[in-house]
């Protein structure tokens, strides 16, 4: 509130006291009874008029801010009325400068009446330019002190602008270093040619270069605070813009006018809200298809939308699920299902691996695609040993590992509207296969010789064989091997 008032007031005061300076300036120049404006009493009714209009402005500009700062600093939700008279702030200012100025400038023709005409002439104008610099460096000087209870006010969807626009301040600015003083100067000469108050013999020169003297002052106090009017909401955009670009999209800006200023500041939260749920998007979808594939379809890299190449298949399959479904509650078998589910997650991930999919009670895993992998095999064949170490902490889970390895079709199939990433080839099946053979086995993790060729010697060493076999759907026998007894 003090911030505000002392704002207004301030701006009153130093527009008072350059128009007292002109003024005195330029009756020392007139001839007439206006030259004797000052005598008597009535430098003491201007003092007075004086006075008292900077009381009514401290005391206005204090009774048009304070229902605004009520509920603000109560945190209240602003009513619809409250948003509009807080949004009037501006507005309302101005009025009470203007009439303050023009009571004042009747005061002072009141007070002068035996010679009114006569000061009129003099008195008019500098109310004029008097009142227009204290509007203008009032509407500057205040407009930091708004900021917060505007943001609160401005409606989410603003219908139209309010607030003077970028335009509309470089134009003030432009009136107070050149549009006033250069009518000052331009009446002071066109008095003098006419002999309107000023003899025609009489010299300018002062009353010029204190008007010039007031331009400058005026100027550098226009162009400081129009300049930060500007840059301040811009600086805050810049800002929050390195902080979006570091990562942080919960950064926005307060927006606190309806302007083109209010309408980046708004955009930018726009832009952010956006990037908010296209990040969300991002995330739910790269739950259900795989960080990996996000990032292909985002870099949209069309040769690996169909690649044949050479990968490591993992496929893992609960047993006994239809029993568990026909004893437990739906949401226990959930629950089952989800540890189960979480540790084939984890143990996929630790290795680099890639969850294709989640197939009922099995989930199939692929390494070495989409993003390629030279340790394809042993990292497939280390994750199958891992899981057997997990899955045995969980006594009510059994399962079974099929692992096996191969060249098959990496891509995305589906229509144009509705596709998904897998893999299709004879190595699916066969791990495929090999997971379902591997439910009766001891270790419950069965490889094939094509896989356990292509790992590394170490991982090798960590399986045995477990004989031969021709796999349902299959036509040709199949080498096995499971984990060694010292290597699971």
């Known amino acids: 509130m003090r911030r505000y008032v002392a704002g207004v007031t301030l701006a009153h005061i130093m527009a008072v006291a350059e128009v007292t300076v002109v003024v005195i300036a330029l009756v020392r120049e007139t001839t007439g009874r206006a030259h004797h404006m000052f005598e008597g009493q009535t430098p003491g009714i201007v003092a007075a008029v004086v006075i008292t209009g900077i009381l009514a402005v401290a005391g206005g500009s204090a009774l048009n801010f304070l229902p605004s700062l009520r509920w603000y600093a109560a945190g209240q939700e602003p009513t619809p009325q409250r948003r509009e008279a807080a949004m009037h702030v501006p507005r309302r200012q101005t009025l009470l400068l203007a009439t303050v100025w023009a009571l004042s400038a009747v005061a002072v023709l ?52 309010t607030a003077p626009g970028v335009m509309a301040r470089l134009l003030s600015v432009w009136v107070l270093i050149s549009a006033l003083p250069s009518l000052g100067i331009a009446l002071l000469i066109l008095a003098r040619s006419h002999g309107w108050m000023i003899d025609r ?17 005026w100027g550098l106090r226009a162009m400081i605070l129009v300049s930060q009017s500007i840059s301040d909401p811009v600086r805050d955009v810049v800002a929050a813009m390195a902080d979006v670009e570091r990562g942080n999209l919960g950064h926005t800006v307060p927006v ?47 040769s690996l939308y169909r690649d044949v190449r050479d990968v490591a298949i993992l496929f893992v399959d609960l047993t006994g699920s239809t029993r568990l479904a026909a004893n437990r509650p739906p949401e226990e078998v959930a629950d089952v299902l989800n540890t189960f589910f979480q ?51 969980h006594p009510e889970l059994d399962y079974g590992v099929g692992v096996s390895a191969g060249p098959v079709f990496a891509g995305f199939v589906g229509a144009a509207k509705r596709f998904e990433y897998t893999v299709i080839g004879d190595a699916v099946n066969e791990a495929a296969r090999l997971a379902d053979r591997a439910k009766d086995t001891p270790g419950r993790a069965l490889c094939s010789a094509a896989v356990l060729g292509k790992a590394d010697s170490d991982e090798q060493s960590r399986w045995d064989t477990s004989g031969s076999e021709v796999l349902r759907g299959r036509n040709l026998a199949t080498d096995m091997f499971a984990p060694a007894t010292t290597g699971v």
């Open 110 to 161: 009141v007070a002068n009446r035996t010679a009114a005409a006569e000061v009129a002439l003099l008195i008019v104008p500098a109310v004029f330019f008097g009142a227009t610099a204290a509007i203008l460096t009032s509407l500057l000087l205040t407009v930091r002190t708004l900021r917060p209870v505007t943001a609160a006010a401005v409606p989410a969807k603003a219908s139209r602008d």
């Open 201 to 217: 013999s009489t010299s300018v020169e002062i009353p010029v270069l204190v008007l010039l003297a007031v331009a400058v002052v």
């Open 256 to 302: 606190y006018e309806r302007s083109e200023v209010g309408r980046l500041q708004s955009g930018f939260n726009r832009m952010v809200t956006g990037l908010q749920e296209r990040d969300r998007l991002r995330d739910l979808f790269g739950r259900h298809v795989g960080d990996d594939v996000v990032r292909l379809l985002v870099e949209r890299d069309e």
């Open 343 to 393: 540790t084939v997650v984890a143990a996929v991930d630790e290795r680099n691996g890639f969850i294709n999919k989640f197939q009922g009670d099995a989930a199939l895993a692929i390494f070495g695609a989409p993003v390629p992998s030279e340790t394809a095999a042993s990292d497939a064949l280390a994750t199958a040993r891992d899981l057997g170490a997990a899955i045995h902490r």
